[in-house]
């Protein structure tokens, strides 16, 4: 079955940087767009990008321009989500979710990272 | 950006009502809109995509209408596994933008 599985929780101090693994299985990895959405504790759902994981192009929100890459690797089907200077509102958990169909949508998504800034 | 308006923001309501929740686009996007359900400490899941089409395996009481700028979530006869957060989503174009969320709640 098409399964999103991401790696585990980090705990990051401001100024710092992270990465966030979303292993995909269970389908032609190449063949699908990739979405980063955050949700912050008790808040909505952010969009942070997304990826071609077949050409490597990517499009940011522009609020994350600078500060957000994210980038694929076909031998191992996994994409990854590295956010720079990082601050005390970026403490969210980071889902990475697959974009399916004529219309888009998202489907599945990952488990989530929380992903805690703190001094 | 395209904004997401969902009403109400959250709901009480009883097992066996009928729930309504609509999201409101600030331009036109065609069909392009998704609804999600999302349980505490669980990533999303796909309930309606394109607007009205229902998810493999989400059962028949969801479901949605709408087009252009207005769209509606209906839960026809609620049930316990149903009280959760709901949003809707944009997909018409980047950034994709969600609504506030919708909270439903037992009463």
């Known amino acids: 079955q098409v399964q999103l599985v991401q790696s585990g929780a980090e705990v990051k101090k401001p100024g710092a940087s992270v990465k966030v693994s979303c292993k995909a299985s269970g389908y032609t990895f190449t063949t699908y767009y990739m979405h980063w959405v955050r949700q912050a504790p008790g808040q909505g759902l952010e969009w942070l990008g997304m990826?071609?994981?077949?050409?490597?192009?990517?499009k940011y929100a522009q609020k994350f321009q600078g500060r957000v890459t994210m980038t694929g690797d076909t031998s191992t089907t996994t994409v990854y989500m590295d956010l720079g200077s990082l601050r005390s509102d970026d403490t969210a958990v980071y889902y990475c979710?697959?974009?399916?169909?004529?219309?888009?949508?998202?489907?599945?998504w990952g488990q989530g990272t929380l992903v805690t800034v703190s001094s | 950006d395209i904004q997401m308006t969902q009403s109400p923001s959250s709901l009480s309501a009883s097992v066996g009502d009928r729930v309504t929740i609509t999201c409101r686009a600030s331009?036109?996007?065609?069909?392009?809109l998704n609804w999600y359900q999302q349980k505490p400490g669980k990533a999303p899941n796909l309930l309606i995509y394109?607007?009205?089409s229902l998810q493999s395996g989400v059962p028949s009481r969801f479901s949605g209408s709408g087009s252009g700028t207005d769209f509606t979530l209906t839960i026809s006869s609620l049930q316990p596994e149903d009280f959760a957060t709901y949003f809707c989503q944009q997909s018409f174009n980047t950034p994709r933008t969600f609504g506030q969320g919708t909270k439903v709640e037992i009463k």
């Open positions: 331009q036109d996007i065609s069909k392009y």
């Open positions: 394109t607007a009205s």
């Open positions: 990826i071609n994981p077949n050409t490597g192009m990517t």
């Open positions: 979710a697959r974009e399916r169909g004529a219309g888009h949508y998202f489907d599945p």
